[in-house]
RNA sequence: GCGCGAUUAGCUCAGCUGGAUAGAGCGCUGCCCUCCGGAGGCAGAGGUCACAGGUUCGAAUCCUGUAUCGCGCGCCA
């Protein structure tokens, strides 16, 4: 629609360049937006004003030779001239019928688009130690990576969902030693537990199922023990955390392991790399990296002096990796508390000869857990820590879902338990589930009425003319394009508040008319309005991975 | 100290990449069920967009500075 609009601005400009109405010849970009007030028709442009100094007219001038221009248009009910020099455009009725056939027509693929031409995106999220079940904090990523891959997925992206396993480092090590020491004690030892084990009690139920599936640990040595501690402590974890995620309606496509990394080479070869591009230097027995040539404050390590590789160097690999797997787009979803290591990641993606823009870190900002306004106070060491199935389990998927994903994720998002629980007006998931629930409840009882329901592109939609049926099927119009503005930003959060004011919109006009009514022609219209509403809430809430109900 | 991010209604937050009279939800006040689901709707009150400058036709939005808050600054991961 606003294509066609731009196109018809575009010929009227030229016309004018034509007939000498303007003479700079300067043909700028068309801006085109929604007002917000309606009052100002459907569509607006600036293009006038944004002329005036090239043209040294005064805005109003160019845009009455630009509206001389455009003449009649079988598509335009009203242009006219506002303001310092706006140019409004009202669009005529039948565009809007058009996009109801086009969304009928089109279903659950109504909004999706091209416009990533299938170019290679890799998501990257969650990614937590498998050092214990994940927590609420995770939950937001979590969430936030999925809903992302979808959208770029919805705005024609090739899309994959990666978790990256952190199972060679320190932490993983510290989480053998903690069950090795647990198992110990469990058949009678007294042992010292070490400082910065982990102190949870699920490490004691590791220990007992690892002395059951396998008592032959229990008689290792230290070093040996340990080592299979980890292995099945990493596999069991992995296994809670895959788990629960599925059960929070997230299924990654990869799940990438950190010691394979070492295991095929990679981290050695890619380093050699480094060093043959002059990018890294040894000192004080260390590998350092230059990131301070692309702006990092620091060089950082890469191997410390005692030879071991630092976390740096695998990630370095990894990412590495990433663009040699043909991803031309890297998205990382981070904790917020990461921000200092982006400067030093987007180092090496520079320094690698890729544009820095490649890879994009979406920084998640924390949760605070509240329950009736009470905050929850969660230390993971300590082991007392509220786990995502838990919160999963107690609000239920879709509202925890909605929740996290209701922010930006770049700010702080205070998350009431008893809030989320809430089956009310004060729970928006509910509201636009609601709505979803109403559209299907009037196609009931249209079908124990007898009423037939309309076909697609068969229905004379000419009497749809109240203001709030032609706002709501321009409600529908913006939705293709605001699918593309949320995966073009990595911004779900826009689709929660398109939901929110599609839903609002739908409920006012539910309780203003009666969709079902004497004249036929009217039911018909009306029946073929709300399945379009019905349309777009489903496929907006499967976008965010939260269901549409029939029934609530 | 340096860096990153924030500051919008009583509270929690949007603000579509610089547009016209700054919007929602909650809370508050008053209304609407002879009505397809009241888990709903309508109306009202509530603002110096932290502060001070700057850029231009035009700024909540961009730039500079100040204040306050949060986070990060390991040869940890």
Same mark, same amino acid.
């Given at each position: 629609m606003k294509d066609r609009l731009r196109q018809q601005i575009g010929n009227a400009l030229q016309a004018c360049f034509d007939n000498n109405l303007l003479d700079s010849g300067v043909v700028p970009e068309v801006q085109i937006e929604v007002p917000g007030n309606p009052d100002h028709g459907d569509f607006s442009s600036n293009l006038a004003m944004t002329m005036a100094r090239a043209e040294k007219k005064s805005p109003r001038q160019i845009a009455e030779a630009l509206v001389a221009e455009l003449g009649n248009c079988d598509f335009l009910s009203k242009v006219e001239i506002a303001g310092p020099g706006f140019v409004n455009f009202t669009l005529a009725p039948t565009c809007w019928y058009e996009v109801l056939d086009d969304i009928i027509a089109k279903g659950k693929k109504y909004g999706l688009s091209q416009v990533g031409q299938g170019r290679k995106v890799q998501v990257e999220f969650v990614s937590a130690n498998p050092t214990g079940p994940l927590h609420i904090g995770h939950g937001r990523g979590a969430v936030v990576g999925d809903a992302v891959a979808s959208i770029l997925q919805a705005a024609g992206f090739d899309v994959q969902r990666e978790y990256y396993v952190n199972d060679a480092g320190n932490q993983v090590a510290i989480l053998g030693r903690s069950i090795w020491m647990r198992m110990r004690e469990q058949s009678g030892e007294t042992v010292v537990f070490p400082d910065d084990g982990y102190q949870g009690e699920y490490i004691r139920d590791l220990a007992a199922k690892l002395c059951e599936e396998d008592p032959t640990v229990a008689g290792l040595g230290e070093d040996e023990a340990t080592k299979r501690c980890t292995v099945f402590g990493v596999r069991k974890i992995l296994d809670w955390i895959s788990a629960d995620l599925k059960n929070f309606g997230i299924i990654f496509d990869n799940w990438f392991s950190e010691q394979s990394l070492y295991d095929r080479g990679m981290v050695n070869t890619e380093l050699a790399k480094l060093a043959d591009k002059g990018l890294s230097y040894e000192q004080d027995g260390a590998l350092w990296l230059r990131t301070t040539d692309y702006g990092d404050d620091k060089d950082r390590v890469l191997i410390k002096s005692d030879g071991s590789p630092t976390y740096f160097a695998s990630d370095v690999a990894y990412h590495m990796e990433k663009f040699d797997r043909g991803f031309e787009r890297v998205i990382d979803v981070w904790g917020a508390d990461h921000h200092g290591y982006v400067p030093r990641m987007k180092a090496v993606v520079a320094g690698l000869?890729? =544009? =820095?823009?490649?890879l994009e870190v979406l920084l998640i900002q924390m949760v605070n857990l509240l329950r009736d306004g009470k905050a929850y106070t969660m230390g993971k060491r300590s082991g007392n820590f509220i786990t995502l199935s838990e919160v999963v389990d107690e609000v239920g998927r879709d509202a925890c879902r909605f929740s996290f994903l209701m922010r930006r994720s770049d700010s702080q998002l205070d998350f009431d338990l008893e809030l989320a629980k809430r089956q009310s007006t004060d729970n928006p998931v509910y509201y636009v589930q609601y709505a979803h629930a109403r559209v299907c409840s009037i196609y009931r009882n249209a079908e124990e009425q007898g009423v037939t329901f309309p076909k697609c592109g068969a229905v004379d939609l000419s009497s749809l003319t109240l203001p709030e049926e032609l706002m709501l099927a321009k409600q529908l119009a913006r939705y293709p394009e605001m699918v593309v503005g949320a995966a073009q930003n990595c911004e779900p959060h826009r689709v929660v508040y398109y939901l929110q004011e599609l839903a609002a919109q739908f409920h006012s006009y539910y309780n203003r008319k009666r969709v079902l009514v004497e004249d036929s022609a009217t039911t018909q219209a009306r029946l073929y309005l709300v399945d379009g509403v019905r349309t777009v809430l489903a496929n907006a809430l499967n976008l965010l991975g939260v269901d549409a109900p029939e029934r609530m």
């Open positions: 000869g890729h =544009p =820095p823009e490649d």
